[in-house]
């Protein structure tokens, strides 16, 4: 089925994405998202694609810029923010597209190149991309059907975030440590701030990482191991009811509160007028991406990074995943040069450039490259990375972020625990079947 969907928005998409909603540019690009800019035939040596903020894509051309300068090829270039954004790969994969190198997310790797027809297996660019720099662990992890098909870029987790400016305002001068603090946080927060603000706030797709992370302090196993499931539905309620007791101590909003304020799958937590005036004070979220949350802030002096948080003594409740990664598509004309540019951008002057754009560099040469530069680590993101990394006891299943369980609106996830937070659940048995039944049928999936 969700090959079938993917052909149907490869031939929806690609005609439309062709025709042009916008422009692509080399080597520095500049580029507006919607059109496909492999289909810009000549414009470039190489084409590269990704997703991100302002930040990213500037750090990005920069590099591209100086890539160009080093070697004199041009990379024509497509970018864009997240919304909107597996949907466009998907279909320029399916359509043959897809730009020479991409970044990709972890999971597409077995989501569209499950039998490794996407993505070139980059072990046989070794001579080119220098792979003694990156852990054998990542490697493996973007290992699928026997070929390595993506660089990892970094990896993340979860952790939490505050704004201790509210947070003393209420009353509370230091951040939740624990759950029993964070019920004692809705509680201050609603005594001395009023309904409208909260320590907390959550979106459906933020709730389900937060009960794996419950889940798995609690009874010390993975969410999921050899692609199959390790909760029974009486304990995955149990993860459901954690969820809504945050809700019942007035820990976060509800999913109908924060709709009524505009904040749903197209407008994130950060671009709210609660988030930007202080009025929800925290946010669940990876290590690479805090500072959009700090930037949005109208007075960002309080904004820190927090600590996990320890729900149950089996385990370091979490998991880490390799963020993203950057991968040559099968369709790529001049493979070797694609190679060489994701060393240049992981390994080399480029990892300098940028940064922890997109993360802490997996790379220990570009990590070094980027740590020799004043500012271009950022102390949040590296502080965040170091804690997660330091925590966390599992690893991320690549089925977890499917399409099918993760998509908002339509996927598991946002079904499960925004019909939840509604009230369109009698209980939390039949909400847990729901949800045991669609990560169910999307591990069969991926076995079939």
């Not at 995955?236 to 109908?256: W, Y």
């Not at 385990?315 to 390799?322: E, I, L, R, W």
Request: glycine content about 10%; charged content about 20%; aromatic content about 10%.
């Amino acid at each position: 089925m969700k090959k079938a969907l993917a052909l149907m928005l490869a031939g929806a998409l690609s005609a439309g994405l062709l025709a042009g909603c916008g422009s692509t540019g080399a080597a520095s690009g500049n580029t507006a998202t919607g059109e496909n800019s492999s289909a810009a035939a000549g414009s470039g040596d190489l084409t590269m694609s990704w997703w991100g903020g302002d930040s990213r894509h500037e750090a990005y051309q920069n590099a591209l810029a100086a890539f160009t300068e080093k070697t004199g090829m041009t990379v024509s270039t497509h970018y864009g923010a997240w919304s909107g954004w597996e949907d466009q790969t998907s279909a320029a994969l399916y359509s043959g597209n897809a730009e020479d190198v991409m970044q990709v997310n972890w999971n597409w790797l077995s989501q569209y190149s499950g039998d490794g027809s996407k993505f070139v297996d980059l072990n046989e660019y070794a001579d080119i991309i220098d792979l003694s720099q990156f852990p054998e662990s990542t490697l493996e992890a973007c290992t699928v059907a026997g070929k390595l098909q993506a660089i990892p870029v970094s990896m993340t987790g979860r952790i939490f975030y505050w704004n201790m400016n509210t947070f003393k305002e209420a009353g509370l001068e230091n951040y939740p440590t624990t759950l029993d603090e964070l019920y004692a946080a809705g509680e201050a927060f609603k005594t001395n701030l009023g309904d409208e603000y909260y320590p907390l706030a959550m979106g459906e797709y933020d709730r389900m990482i937060l009960m794996t992370f419950y889940l798995e302090s609690t009874y010390g196993k993975p969410w999921v191991e050899d692609n199959t499931l390790q909760y029974t539905v009486e304990e995955i309620a149990t993860g459901i009811d954690f969820i809504q007791s945050l809700e019942d101590n007035h820990v976060i909003p509800s999913i109908q509160t924060m709709n009524a304020a505009g904040i749903d799958a197209n407008n994130s937590i950060d671009k709210s007028e609660q988030w930007i005036n202080g009025m929800y004070a925290g946010i669940f979220e990876w290590d690479s991406a805090p500072v959009k949350y700090r930037d949005a802030l109208a007075d960002a002096s309080g904004f820190i990074v927090g600590d996990e948080i320890k729900f149950g003594d089996k385990a370091n409740g979490g998991f880490s995943k390799v963020s993203m990664g950057l991968a040559i598509t099968e369709t790529c004309q001049n493979k070797e040069a694609a190679a060489e540019l994701i060393n240049f951008l992981l390994n080399g002057e480029g990892a300098a450039i940028l940064g922890s754009e997109c993360g802490i560099p997996n790379s220990a040469a570009g990590l070094a490259a980027a740590s020799a530069v004043d500012g271009a680590v950022e102390a949040l993101v590296e502080e965040a990375n170091s804690k997660v990394m330091a925590f966390v006891d599992f690893q991320l299943d690549p089925v977890y972020e499917s399409t099918d369980l993760k998509a908002n609106p339509g996927g598991v996830y946002a079904d499960v625990f925004g019909g939840y937070s509604y009230g369109e659940y009698t209980d939390s048995t039949k909400a847990a079947q729901d949800l045991y039944d669609g990560v169910s049928d999307a591990l069969a999936e991926l076995g079939a």
